[in-house]
């Protein structure tokens, strides 16, 4: 397979994850959500200097600042009228995506990786078209690359380009093993960039997911909210029976006797116990799950997610 034809299924580029940004149009975090929705619920807002927006002019009452009052109504009216605002919202968004070798993995469209680079694309251009800042913090097996918060096309392409330089550096000949405490550390390293109401985006297989994991999300979600996506791969849902399966990353191939029961039945419960762990795992931290497959592309997967919002927002006359 050549570099072109693994674009998009075994690997990212910069440019890909660019491009992404016209697929995110119409969706949005901060559009009002259905009641089902994982995110539904007002989100606490951040002051932005003395950014505000106009809502009304109502009837003065004790304690309105004088400095708001509206004097050509007032007179009009034979009464103090004020004009009120409704501060602007100024909600930083972080990404939060795994790159280890354990990602490197993918029977149908494409792999995990990719997956997850291209949901914290999309989280990311959603978050940039609400006018929030926009950053992340990408890992591996060796090393974390923070990236700070701002509402810039150059922090975003500074972003694109550390993201799809760890995920070109993947490959199956890499003597890299999983690093299952890197995780931890990942999101220890959020909670040292995150203040208080960011939207925190975390997208991984939750490979090494623990008690210390479940505690760093209790504190990371205490002042902000935070969206756990897991990417699986469906073949370990749906394992063929009667014939071997050949994995291969476009140069290196290894063959999976999976028609032996003895192998098949153990990597079935293998990943149907450990979804469930990380799943109740998530639940008790108070974090809300996505499930993210690899097998549809990722941008139909977050569509559904938050469809119903943007066309709630449309129908009022809003967009983005």
Not at 104 to 109: A, N, P, V
Not at 281 to 288: K, N
Request: hydrophobic share 45%; proline share 4%; charged share 20%.
């Amino acid at each position: 397979m050549t570099p072109e034809a693994a674009s998009g299924r075994v690997y990212i580029d910069a440019a890909h994850l660019a491009q992404l940004e016209f697929q995110a149009r119409g969706l949005s975090f901060v559009a009002p959500a259905p009641v089902s929705s994982v995110l539904s619920g007002s989100h606490a807002s951040r002051l932005r200097g003395r950014g505000l927006n106009f809502e009304e002019i109502r009837a003065y009452l004790p304690g309105d600042d004088i400095r708001h009052l509206d004097w050509k109504v007032s007179l009009r009216l034979g009464k103090p009228q004020v004009r009120t605002y409704t501060e602007e919202r100024d909600r930083p968004l972080l990404v939060v995506v795994d790159q280890r070798i354990n990602m490197f993995f993918g029977s149908r469209r494409a792999f995990k990786s990719v997956v997850a680079a291209e949901v914290a694309a999309l989280a990311v251009w959603m978050g940039f078209k609400a006018g929030d800042r926009v950053g992340g913090v990408l890992f591996d097996d060796s090393q974390i690359v923070r990236v700070r918060p701002l509402h810039s096309r150059s922090r975003i392409k500074q972003l694109f380009g550390a993201l799809a330089a760890m995920n070109r550096a993947l490959h199956a000949g890499s003597p890299a093993r999983t690093n299952y405490g890197q995780l931890d550390t990942a999101l220890e390293g959020v909670l040292q960039l995150a203040g208080h109401d960011y939207l925190i985006c975390i997208v991984s297989d939750f490979a090494g997911a623990s008690e210390r994991t479940r505690q760093l999300l209790r504190q990371l979600s205490a002042h902000n909210d935070v969206v756990a996506a897991m990417v699986f791969d469906p073949l370990w849902q749906e394992m063929p029976e009667h014939h071997p399966l050949v994995v291969s990353e476009g140069h290196l191939q290894v063959e999976l006797r999976i028609e032996q029961e003895r192998v098949r039945t153990p990597l079935s419960s293998l990943f149907s116990g450990r979804t469930a762990e990380v799943a109740n795992l998530l639940h008790t931290s108070g974090v809300p799950l996505l499930m993210l497959s690899t097998a549809e592309p990722a941008v139909d997967q977050v569509r559904r997610m938050f469809g119903q919002r943007a066309r709630h927002t449309f129908s009022h006359g809003g967009g983005l």
